[in-house]
């Protein structure tokens, strides 16, 4: 497949470009190989998989006839063995590849194919052999001729030889086949063809279950028959014992070859019904006494292991941990994986050397490495011996190499090198000549040019740029700072009243017979975008388990609860627990309405620890941002279990108890965090003990609660002061989890929160795991859902605890907290931090200069009239047509047509009555909550129409006061006379 022969359109794909350059190149490749990787193994491997499947469909499809050929399909083959291996046709492949070799070397009289045999599969020179003899004197397989209206009807035996032939022909073309497709290409009656085919494939059931197969190429063969007539053999009554062959000889061959014996191994090769792979590796684990091996998502390799591939010199290192155990730290197993997978054997060595003696396990240190074999391989070369690195990280910097790396990524690479290469240089310094002479080798080259990345940039606007992003989307948040309390609160009360209602429902369910579901509703009223109440009517129904069975069993799959009756402990078998279903929620007319915010994050599986991709594509973020602290109240079987009665019924529970923990996490971290500025970490080590949790008295009777914690660089616990509805929140999931006989023993700290701190009772805890800031923000996710929060730009925010920090902090600078103040309180030693946290949002610095907008002198008063003026305006509208009719505030002395076109407020002609000063304030109120309407909705123009019919009407109220003024010193006047 040449780049020319593709479109254009595809061509400019990068991750399409990428693939067809390796498959021009030849060279074999993982998938950890190719660009993007960033985005993750899963979604890389969906990308890249339709590509992969038009590759295999061109290996099945083309039978290489000449020398050309057979090196062309070699060339692909090989260069995509690594997807190949792990794909449904493996064996098809591989089996034809051998075939191929045959071929091709009794075509040029070369013997070589057999090294090529024994390279790619467990074969003893006599099979071989007896494949070499079989191919030379192959004859071609003649097809039949479609039978005619003449001898459509044949003796039995003729019948029988015609179809018997045609079976055989198709075992030659080794091609899955269906019955049908033979009617109709040979004309031949189904009944016909199903009457003796059925024969055929009988007594190749018995053929092949009687086969011995000890090497693979008899598997190879052997496999092969059973593929081409997969359709006819699972019709037969042999089917179940050739599925358990089938699965028998994969794990042998597994064996034989010395690849780990896996369950998703064997399914791959097999393809058939995983109950039945299941059973039969029980049966197999049971007979040999061996165990089949547990594949992680990461293979566990020891140190040793990874000792035994690097250079002999590289095994004892110098004030290291090799050296001496006192030394160093350790290495980690991701660093230990990490340069195991790496292929070059000098990067490799490399690695392992930088990575023993920086010691650091920083994160970003491993993915530098891990990206150092696709930069080798986008230039071209075999190993980091012959790496430039000024050429090539000038090209990367300046995004001709890679392109597809962002600005953030390029610049965390860079940025690490040059660490890197400052670490190296320490450590070398350390040692004498003899020892750096002997490490050379194997440190990471340097770069010439210093003067270019002195004047290199990158870094500064990348991180400029992640600041700017940070602030825009704190302005945005701190609009809502207030806004924030009052939402997650009503959640929580509302999800506080689901929780009460439900317990009732249960109690009256145990009291009801538990014959049918009981049905029960609750009315509450739901506040409205425009801030007005409505009542909604939400309704549900608890069952128990053997009321949900009942409604499932009819419509489920055959011999589902044949499975779940065979586990004893499973949820089905417990008569004590209920399950609560959503129904629908109602209005006062008792239509639907979308009552409960949390329904579509039940539908979407966001509580189960595997959401629905839905969710990436409907919100843009990741599916691990919707979940909460807890994935599920019941075990796997059970959960899997509602997952089938939740499709098949449709109905919708609630997990009151998963809701009940994120409200009340997520109402602390807002009310906590919002008022003290406090880290999630910080946050996390509350702990219900007198000595972190008390309360002080202050001058003049005042007294403050406050709690201690250990703060981000520092040894010893500092205080944080908070208000009483922050201790009433903890208070509040102290006493839920004690109702749920949840107790607060002693554990350890959460990984995240480092190795200072000890174990202890710590509050926020659930089942003896403590809660981690990822916990924090899940929670966040799950009572804020639906609130949307877009910066200026459309850019979608996601509220967590770092948010909700700075958001504290450019709070309190509005409050005029000095900045000193601001740096105890927010726990940070250097003050320029703190300035950063507290920086003015580009709003605030609008409403600033906005205020030199005003004019300080008012002139714009010249146009209120006196009472002489209204006067004389009403007296010269006495007699004419239309004059003189009253208007809203006033009269209006305008003749014939209307030229304000009846905006009575704000027009000259409106003469004002002070007897009608009702109407204008009425009207001014109407419009005061017009404004704030077209504030919600972010309508400007309509909000500036509002303020200036407002400020007309303040206009006029001031015309009718002076009005009234002079009536007043009038009548003073009058009766001082």
């Known amino acids: 497949m040449s780049v020319e022969t593709q479109p254009v359109t595809r061509r400019s794909h990068t991750l399409f470009f990428e693939l067809t350059q390796r498959e021009e190149r030849g060279n074999w490749f993982r998938i950890e190989d190719l660009p993007g990787s960033r985005i993750g193994r899963p979604a890389l491997k969906r990308a890249l998989m339709p590509y992969i499947d038009n590759v295999m469909a061109q290996l099945l499809g083309t039978m290489p006839a000449c020398d050309q050929t057979f090196l062309e399909w070699e060339q692909q083959y090989l260069t995509f063995d690594f997807f190949i291996r792990n794909s449904r046709y493996a064996l098809e492949i591989k089996y034809r590849y051998i075939i191929y070799c045959i071929e091709d070397g009794l075509r040029n009289n070369n013997e070589e194919y057999i090294f090529k045999i024994r390279r790619q599969c467990c074969a003893v020179d006599k099979d071989i052999f007896s494949i070499v003899e079989r191919i030379k004197f192959k004859e071609p397989a003649a097809e039949p001729v479609a039978l005619s209206d003449s001898n459509s009807r044949l003796p039995p035996d003729e019948y029988k030889k015609i179809i018997y032939k045609l079976y055989d022909l198709y075992k030659a073309q080794a091609e899955p086949f269906k019955t049908s497709e033979i009617s109709d290409r040979f004309g031949i009656d189904l009944h016909i063809i199903s009457r003796y085919g059925r024969c055929y494939v009988s007594e190749l059931a018995v053929l092949l279950l009687d086969e011995d197969v000890s090497d693979d190429l008899a598997y190879f063969e052997w496999n092969r028959t059973v593929t081409t007539f997969k359709y006819s053999l699972q019709n037969t009554a042999r089917a179940k014992e050739i599925g358990e ?106 690695a392992f050397f930088i990575m023993t003696t920086c010691y650091s396990n920083r994160r970003n240190d491993i993915t530098f490495f891990y990206y150092m074999p696709r930069f080798l391989n986008a230039t071209g070369l075999d190993d980091i011996d012959q790496f430039d690195c000024d050429t090539f990280f000038k090209a990367y910097h300046q995004g001709d190499l890679i392109p597809e790396d962002n600005i953030g990524q390029r610049a965390r690479i860079i940025q690490t090198y040059f660490r890197l290469l400052v670490k190296q240089g320490d450590y070398f310094s350390k040692l004498n000549t003899d020892q750096r002479e002997k490490f050379a080798p194997f440190a990471l080259p340097r770069v010439s040019d210093d003067l270019f990345w002195k004047k290199s940039t990158l870094h500064r606007a990348v991180s400029q740029e992640q600041k700017n992003k940070r602030k825009s989307k704190t302005a945005v948040l701190h609009q809502k700072f207030y806004f924030l309390r009052d939402f997650v609160e009503r959640r929580k009360l509302q999800i506080n009243r689901l929780h009460q209602e439900i317990q009732k429902a249960f109690e009256r369910f145990e009291k009801s017979g538990k014959k049918t579901p009981l049905v029960f509703e609750y009315t509450e009223s739901v506040v409205m975008e425009n801030r007005g109440e409505q009542a909604y009517t939400h309704r549900f129904k608890v069952w128990d388990a053997k009321l949900l069975r009942q409604a499932h069993e009819h419509v489920a799959e055959a011999r589902t609860y044949r499975y779940h009756d065979a586990n004893p402990h499973h949820t089905i078998h417990d008569s004590d627990v209920k399950f609560t279903t959503y129904e629908g929620s109602y209005d006062k007319h008792n239509q639907p309405v979308e009552g409960l915010w949390f329904a579509e994050l039940i539908t979407l599986a966001a509580f189960t620890g595997t959401p629905s991709a839905e969710i990436t594509d409907r919100y843009g973020v990741s599916k691990t941002s919707f979940q909460g602290p807890i994935t599920t109240p019941y075990g796997y079987t059970a959960s899997r279990w509602q997952y089938l009665l939740s499709k098949d019924l449709g109905l919708i529970f609630i997990p009151v108890e998963i809701l009940m923990v994120d409200a009340m996490l997520a109402h602390s971290v807002v009310q906590i965090m919002s008022k003290t500025g406090a880290r999630a970490h910080e946050f996390l080590q509350i702990r219900l003990v007198p000595e972190h949790l008390y309360r002080i008295n202050l001058a003049e009777n005042k007294e403050c609660i406050l709690f201690n914690a250990v703060p981000k660089g520092r040894l010893k616990e500092e205080p944080f002061y908070i208000d009483n509805k922050c201790m009433e929140s903890l208070y509040e999931w102290w006493g839920y989890q004690r109702s749920r006989a949840q107790a607060f023993p002693v554990i350890k700290a959460a990984a995240c929160l480092g190795p200072k701190l000890k174990p202890a009772s710590y509050l926020w805890q659930n089942d003896e795991k403590h809660f981690t800031q990822k916990d924090i923000n899940g929670a966040l996710s799950v009572m804020l859902h639906g609130l949307s929060l877009k910066t200026p730009d459309g850019q979608s925010i996601k509220v967590t605890s770092h948010l909700l920090r700075h958001s504290f902090a450019t709070e309190m600078r509005t409050l005029n907290t000095p900045l000193d103040v601001l740096a105890l309180l927010m726990k940070q030693k250097d003050v320029k931090v703190t300035e950063y946290y507290a920086r003015h949002t580009p709003s605030q610095l609008v409403e600033l200069q906005q205020q030199i907008f005003t004019q300080r002198h008012d002139f714009s008063k010249q146009h209120i009239r006196t009472k002489a003026d209204i006067t004389q305006q009403l007296t010269e509208a006495v007699g004419k047509v239309g004059a003189l009719i009253p208007v809203t505030g006033g009269c209006c002395t305008i003749a014939n047509a209307c030229p304000a076109k009846f905006a009575c407020i704000g027009c000259a002609g409106n003469a004002p009555d002070p007897a009608r000063r009702g109407d204008v304030l009425v009207y001014r109120d109407a419009w005061v909550k017009m404004a704030e309407l077209a504030g919600q909705q972010n309508l400007p123009a309509e909000k500036r129409k509002a303020h200036e019919i407002i400020g007309s009407c303040d206009d006029m109220l001031e015309e009718m006061d002076l009005i009234e003024q002079v009536d007043t010193i009038r009548r003073n006047l009058q009766s001082s006379s």
């Not at 064997?266 to 059973?279: A, F, G, N």
């Not at 040793?304 to 250079?311: G, H, K, P, S, V």
């Not at 002999?312 to 050296?323: K, Q, R, Y």
């Open 245 to 350: 062959k089938k699965v028998i000889l994969a794990i042998d061959y597994l064996s034989r070859n010395k690849r780990e014996v896996t369950y998703s191994e064997i399914t791959t090769l097999v393809s058939l019904d995983h109950r039945l792979v299941k059973r039969v590796v029980a049966q197999w684990e049971k007979r040999t006494d061996t165990k089949l091996v547990k594949k992680d998502a990461w293979k566990t390799i020891s140190l040793d292991e990874l000792i035994a591939t690097l250079d002999p010199v590289l095994h004892t290192i110098p004030l290291t941990f090799l050296d001496s155990p006192a030394t160093g730290k350790p290495m980690t197993n991701a660093q230990i994986r990490m340069i195991y997978e790496i292929k070059q054997p000098g990067l490799r060595n490399t």
